[in-house]
């Protein structure tokens, strides 16, 4: 079946703009989580969405990143006012249940390249 | 103190060599532990994940000491196909689906 998909794959733009980035996950899984990498680094966790619980915020690094997911499935990774800090591949992941538990492997997407200039 | 750390070699080593990539965690209450595997400008995919027991999948066991906070990968009979960065994953709550992930360590299997 169809995997996590992510557009664009490719993303160049200017300091200060904005930038959204999109992510759909697999068909009926409830969970979806946004990471970052920076060159030569691990993953950076952003944010997880949750069913229709309030999604945990903890890992976007200021406000000008915000998140949505709208009816359950896709999402939307907003980046406002970007920063060279900003540049580095975007990835997004979704899992069945959510749980973080041993079952509940985590699905990633081919990544967004961000590349601020 | 990162909260997973691995070396982040690189380990190069010839075609059949057995190789071992450790990872330490700093959250004791910690649930859930994995090893996904990235090739190179690809996406994460789970390799799998470590059972307290120890767990073996083909040429690749991983083993957990809670007491210790490590966790472990040994690789039997490398193949060149097993070049990879190997990303130690850790579950910190146990009821969320939030994973920190360490830098990875990175595999050169020569011929």
């Known amino acids: 079946g169809a995997g996590v998909s992510q557009s664009p794959s490719n993303k160049v733009t200017e300091k200060g703009k904005d930038v959204e980035l999109r992510c759909d996950p697999i068909s009926g899984h409830t969970a979806l989580y946004w990471y970052r990498q920076s060159l030569g680094q691990g993953l950076e966790f952003l944010i997880y969405f949750q069913g229709n619980s309030a999604p945990d915020k903890s890992g976007l690094p200021s406000d000008r990143f915000s998140a949505e997911r709208t009816g359950g499935s896709v999402s939307t990774l907003t980046i406002q006012r970007t920063q060279q800090e900003d540049s580095a591949v975007y990835l997004c992941a979704s899992s069945l249940a959510g749980t973080g538990g041993p079952k509940d492997e985590q699905y990633f997407g081919p990544g967004t390249r961000l590349t601020v200039t | 103190r990162k909260e997973v750390e691995q070396d982040p070699g690189p380990f190069n080593v010839p075609e059949g060599a057995t190789v071992a990539f450790n990872c330490t965690y700093s959250?004791?209450?910690?649930?859930?532990f994995f090893w996904y595997r990235q090739d190179c400008r690809k996406e994460p995919k789970l390799l799998m994940s470590?059972?307290?027991s120890g767990n073996e999948d083909g040429r690749f066991t991983a083993q957990l000491n809670r007491a210790s906070q490590y966790i472990s990968l040994l690789i039997r009979d490398s193949k060149l196909s097993d070049s990879a960065t190997y990303l130690c994953?850790?579950?910190?709550?146990?009821?969320?689906?939030?994973?920190?992930f360490g830098q990875g360590t990175t595999l050169q299997v020569k011929p």
């Open positions: 959250n004791s209450a910690s649930q859930s």
């Open positions: 994953v850790v579950n910190p709550t146990g009821n969320t689906g939030k994973l920190i």
């Open positions: 470590v059972y307290s």
